[in-house]
């Protein structure tokens, strides 16, 4: 362990060191590109000819660099054009540097006021030097002995390389599989259900995926970082990877910079991440001990804890939000405000009904119209709550079929709660029956009553009692109320209450002349 301990932190030294190589390289790569007082200079194959210090016209001088160093690599590289060519034609203003009427540079008298000297002796001094120089790079350039041994340095790069990516790809096979194993035990543990164990899979599949990507960077890196050799190896291709070099390190300056200039801006967006995180823990913890009971707020019932804690994580991640919003990176853009404020028009143009639903979650919420596991009647749909959320309430049916009900329309209905007088007092359910005047009332009342209580979950106190509803043409209509402190055996209630009547009034011989009437209580 202490050896993986070791390779781990000298893998992060190196890399620490690396890092700050290339960034210095970078910055040197940068400044040496400003074309500030000292100029920017003008190349052959790594090597510097001279510096430009001013623009002509539209060019700056990094652009009159550049087309310079082009134009002498496009020369230097063409093995058939003699080198007598170069000529030198004089201007009022300026002087042109040629081969074979093709403008290589131009000389001016603000180049020449610079370096010191007249203009024609300027634009004769960096023509002997463009010629000398062209000349030599194209016999390097094209020299078998240079050729060979770039091939032979190739060979011995390939070799190496070979070997390392292979020798680096086991090792990284071998810690993956041993800080997996450290991490994931791919044996069940003692006492773990067979759940745990399949449970693990899923995130050794992702460490899996994640040392794969690893080896595949790896392996890129290294070999970009053979192209890179093997061009520098060959004159001819040396200014490509000497080009792709300087503008990686450039691109690295630039993040660097960025990075850099964005910092205090990062360090405030992560204090403003860490006070949100503590101080949502702390209302979770506030709202836990409520919800538990060990904390008591007067006027507040325990079972909003989980929605008020739910709305206040809202509220506090969105005043973060707002604050961190002026220190996002880009936010100060035109491209980042009108995105920002057209996703926000998309938003309010497209969540009218469920801003209305979650509003109506809220008020249902704090008014306190039913509980979870409450039966109700909402609109034509009676069952258990299953599920509050802002958005919806779920409510499973007596037929065991889940609805889901706007909780816009939730708040416009008007809300039946079976369970809420059902633990204290016990809720009234009742039916219906029709006898003819021939029997008399006091009988069929007591039968009534002693049908309620052979049925069970009918309670005794308070008594069931019997009404007479209304005195018809040909018969009388009586409702039996019982009371239940079991609303959710609502169905069932009712059902075993039907067949003791039917039962109670056979044997008492009596008569039930019309069909029985079912009223839900309220």
Do not use: C
């Amino acid at each position: 362990m202490s050896d993986r301990l070791a390779v781990g932190i000298l893998a992060r030294l190196f890399a620490v060191a690396f890092v700050g190589l290339l960034l210095a390289m970078a910055s040197g790569t940068a400044a040496s590109q400003t074309g500030d007082a000292g100029g920017v200079p003008v190349r052959l194959d790594g090597k510097e000819l001279f510096r430009i210090h001013r623009g002509v016209g539209p060019l700056s001088a990094q652009d009159r660099a550049k087309l310079s160093e082009a134009r002498l690599y496009d020369l230097a590289l063409n093995p058939f054009r003699p080198p007598g060519e170069f000529s030198l034609r004089e201007f009022e203003i300026h002087s042109e540097l040629l081969y074979a009427d093709e403008l290589i540079m131009s000389v001016t008298d603000e180049d020449a006021a610079v370096a010191g000297i007249p203009r024609s002796q300027l634009a004769a001094e960096r023509l002997e030097l463009i010629r000398s120089e062209v000349t030599a790079r194209r016999a390097e350039y094209f020299r078998p002995r240079t050729l060979l041994l770039g091939l032979l340095a190739t060979a011995a790069l390939t070799v190496v390389m070979w070997f390392v990516i292979g020798f680096v790809r086991r090792r990284l096979a071998v810690r993956a599989a041993a800080l997996m194993a450290d991490v994931i035990p791919d044996e069940k543990v003692p006492g773990e259900a067979e759940t745990g164990m399949m449970a693990r899979l899923p995130v050794r599949h992702a460490l899996g995926r994640a040392v794969l990507a690893v080896r595949t960077g790896v392996l890129l890196a290294a070999i970009a970082v053979y192209l890179f050799a093997v061009m520098s190896f060959f004159p001819r291709s040396r200014f490509i990877a000497d080009e792709l070099l300087e503008r990686l390190l450039v691109v690295l300056a630039t993040v660097w910079n960025g990075f850099a200039g964005y910092l205090p801006n990062l360090i405030f967006l992560v204090v403003i991440v860490l006070i949100t995180y503590a101080v949502i823990r702390l209302v979770r913890f506030l709202f836990k001990e409520v919800e538990r009971g060990s904390l008591s707020l007067p006027g507040f019932e325990p079972e909003w804890s989980v929605p008020t804690y739910k709305i206040a994580s809202f509220l506090i991640i969105a005043l973060a939000l707002i604050m961190a919003f002026p220190y996002l990176p880009g936010s100060q853009s035109q491209a980042f405000q009108a995105v920002s404020l057209f996703l926000g028009l998309l938003i309010s143009l497209s969540s009218s009904s469920a801003i209305s639903n979650i509003i109506a979650g809220v008020i249902l919420t704090y008014t306190g119209a039913f509980r979870m596991g409450d039966r109700v009647k909402i609109a034509d749909a009676v069952g258990d709550v299953v599920g509050k959320t802002l958005l919806v309430t779920r409510v499973r049916t007596i037929k065991n079929v889940d609805i889901a009900i706007p909780n816009a329309l939730v708040l416009s209905s008007h809300i039946v709660n079976y369970s809420r007088a059902a633990r204290a007092e016990g809720v009234i359910l009742h039916t219906s029956v029709t006898i003819g005047y021939n029997s008399q009332w006091r009988q069929i009342h007591e039968l009534l009553i002693a049908a309620a209580k052979k049925t069970a979950d009918v309670i005794d106190e308070p008594a069931p009692f019997v009404l007479q509803t209304s005195l018809d043409d040909f018969y009388v209509t009586y409702e039996l109320n019982v009371y239940t402190r079991n609303p959710w055996r609502m169905a069932v209630i009712y059902s075993d209450l039907h067949l003791n009547i039917q039962d109670t009034f056979n044997e008492a011989g009596v008569e039930i002349i019309a069909a029985l009437r079912i009223h839900s209580g309220r």
